[in-house]
């Protein structure tokens, strides 16, 4: 986590407000409920993931064994028997 001065970001109103709590200490302001994002949505890697969940499972009903598939993904069959039973 990378640390933002507050006389960089707030106002200077607010700071003196702030200083009126506490200096000189880190404060850890937690995201908004609201605007949190979810695992993999600021990378791509959920979509990422999605994308090659349907193609095992598309594999599977043109008729790629479970082995196969853990095989040519490099996964274990329990992971690829939840992928494809997900749905």
């Known amino acids: 986590m990378k640390y933002i001065n ?5 106002p200077d109103a607010l700071v003196k ?3 009126s709590y506490v200096q000189g ?8 409920r609201q605007q949190k994002k979810r695992w993999g949505e600021v ?13 095992i499972i ?6 790629a064994s479970m082995e196969y598939l853990a095989e040519k993904y490099c ?3 329990y992971a690829i028997r939840k992928i494809i039973y997900q749905k």
């Not at 507050?6 to 707030?10: G, M, Q, Y």
């Not at 200490?25 to 908004?32: G, L, N, S, V």
């Not at 990378?43 to 193609?55: D, F, M, P």
Request: aromatic share 10%; net charge neutral; hydrophobic share 30%.
């Open 6 to 10: 507050a006389k960089d970001l707030l």
């Open 58 to 63: 598309q594999e599977y009903r043109d008729g």
């Open 75 to 77: 996964l274990s069959i």
């Open 43 to 55: 990378s791509g890697y959920r979509q990422e993931l999605q994308r090659r969940n349907c193609k």
């Open 17 to 19: 407000e702030l200083q």
């Open 25 to 32: 200490a880190y404060i850890y302001i937690p995201a908004d």
